[in-house]
């Protein structure tokens, strides 16, 4: 049994080679493919082509010779009291022969189809009787076999007269043919040959030659190009010039370009991150290293207490500070459209960000409010950085709003259907000329005395930006104090493009 299983088992493949798509191709090559490869093909086709059209050629001059000599030998056919009589002498017999290459076949036939003169085994065209009526006179060409010898045939029928002179609508035909190889024809034609192939035999390696030069010189911007790109410094990120190269390298150039911008951009955004951390970072560095400095200078329990909590602000500060640069470095480099993007309900998403700075409001003594809207309200986003977004606006609230205050997050969708995430506080409000400043990064209003590094507020407009939308502030409307008129921090976000909520007019707020 085993051996019968072992015989019906199907012999052992190896796998197909898959091909390489990482291999790295050749656009010279390329373009030289393309073009040989067709002119290497047609080249073939064009010499069986000359071959047919020189047999044509050298066809015509041997038909009209084989033409006359028929006409010739039919006009030496006569009819005698009903007989035909053909008057070749030997001299015409020798000179119709007379050919130093060819064989040439001749022969007359009568109505009957008896020999009259000739050859008697030339072949008969068998042609049709009426249509022999109808061409008597003319003569026609046919290719035929002699001897086992391919021959070409001129073959004429002419009309016999009556034995009793009676007219008649079809009199009797008689048949002459002459025939001859094809020895002089396949000449000719292998000289028209040879004098069309022969040239081209010598033309073909200049064309190559001059394809190979016309690829060489045409790619030559490509070359020239990277050589320019390689000549540039490592820190060299301005333009390409995109009037040095041709035509089609310009869109090239054009993406390379922006690529150049975009990494410039890129590169600014680092370098000013690096020197902005390395300032702010300074400062608390040096309280923390003071502060333990002093301490171990303490010799009484008390001061030493009150050094370490000072040194545990300064490090609490310096922690927040780090923890911020590092989330406006991932909002400057966030991709506007990056697969993070997902459609997500941003009331729950308040919610849930809200409640994790409860306690943090219980510490400031502030009350932490959220107000739910009507329905579900969802965006396009990251979850992520809209939490990011969310908590440094409340943070910032929490901050600048005095003991006792009131901090509100609110989400609602306004009658253009624009969802709107709010966060309003009872604290000393923003002078409008200063509500276009407060996004800039380290901008602290003067005259305020609450902790802060001055990023909570570039940080949402960083994030705001990558969403689409849009950051507004005002007073808070609900505040009625002059002394402390609130602050409204408003974002508007497009909503996502539901066609089958279209006839769905969406909840309002308020």
């Given at each position: ?137 003319s ?35 008689a048949?002459?043919?002459v ?15 040879k004098?069309v ?5 010598i ?46 390298i ?42 333990s ?35 406006l ?6 991709p ?37 809207p ?107 104090l ?29």
């Open positions: 049994m085993s051996d019968q299983a072992a015989d019906e088992a199907p012999e052992y493949q190896p796998p197909a080679v898959e091909p390489d798509e990482s291999m790295q191709r050749s656009l010279f090559g390329e373009i030289l493919d393309w073009m040989l490869a067709p002119l290497l093909l047609l080249w073939p086709m064009s010499i069986a082509i000359t071959y047919l059209v020189a047999k044509s050629i050298a066809n015509q001059p041997f038909d009209h010779a084989l033409e006359d000599s028929v006409t010739v030998l039919a006009q030496q056919v006569r009819s005698v009291d009903g007989k035909l009589i053909h008057g070749l002498s030997g001299a015409a017999r020798d000179i119709l022969r007379a050919d130093d290459v060819d064989n040439i076949y001749f022969q007359v036939q009568g109505p009957s189809g008896d020999a009259i003169d000739g050859d008697r085994d030339l072949p008969h065209p068998g042609s049709d009787p009426e249509e022999d009526q109808a061409r008597a006179g003569v026609r060409f046919r290719n035929d076999i002699m001897h086992g010898t391919p021959v070409r045939v001129a073959y004429i029928h002419i009309r016999v007269e009556p034995s009793d002179g009676a007219p008649s609508p079809h009199p009797p035909l048949l002459v043919q025939a001859e190889t094809l020895e002089k024809r396949a000449q000719l034609a292998n000289e028209i040959i004098g192939i022969l040239p081209q035999f033309i073909l390696p200049i064309v190559l030659a001059l394809v190979w030069f016309a690829l060489s010189r045409g790619l030559s911007p490509l070359a020239q190009l990277q050589e320019r790109i390689r000549a540039r410094g490592s820190d060299d990120l301005s333009p390409i010039a995109a009037n040095l190269v041709p035509e089609e310009s869109p090239l150039v054009g993406s390379l370009n922006e690529m150049l911008e975009r990494l410039g951009h890129t590169i600014e955004m680092q370098k000013r991150f690096i020197a902005d951390a390395a300032h702010q970072m300074r400062t608390p560095l040096a309280g923390m290293r003071m502060q400095e002093l301490a171990l200078r303490q010799t009484d329990s008390g001061e030493i207490h009150r050094s370490l909590e000072q040194l545990a602000k300064s490090s609490e500060s310096a922690t927040r500070l780090v923890n911020q640069l590092l989330a470095a991932r909002a400057e480099n966030q506007q459209a990056g697969s993070s993007m997902v459609q997500l309900e941003l009331s729950a998403l308040a919610r849930s960000t809200v409640h994790d700075w409860v306690q943090a409001s219980f510490a400031h003594q502030i009350d932490l409010g959220y107000e739910e009507p329905a579900p309200v969802h965006i396009n986003g990251d979850p992520t950085m809209l939490r990011e977004l969310l908590s440094n606006l409340i943070d910032n609230a929490l901050r600048y709003t005095p003991a006792g205050g009131s901090v509100t997050v609110r989400v609602r969708v306004d009658f253009e259907d624009h969802a709107l995430l709010e966060v309003e506080d009872t604290g000393p409000g923003i002078p409008p000329a200063e509500r276009t400043r407060v996004f800039e990064r380290f901008y602290r209003i003067l005259g305020n005395t609450a902790e802060g590094s001055g990023l909570g507020l570039a940080i949402v407009r960083e994030i705001a930006q990558q969403h689409g939308a849009e950051v507004d502030v005002f007073n808070n409307p609900r505040v009625q002059a002394r402390l008129p609130g602050s409204l921090f408003r974002l508007t976000f497009p909503l996502p493009v539901d066609p089958l909520d279209d006839a769905d007019e969406p909840p309002h707020f308020g």
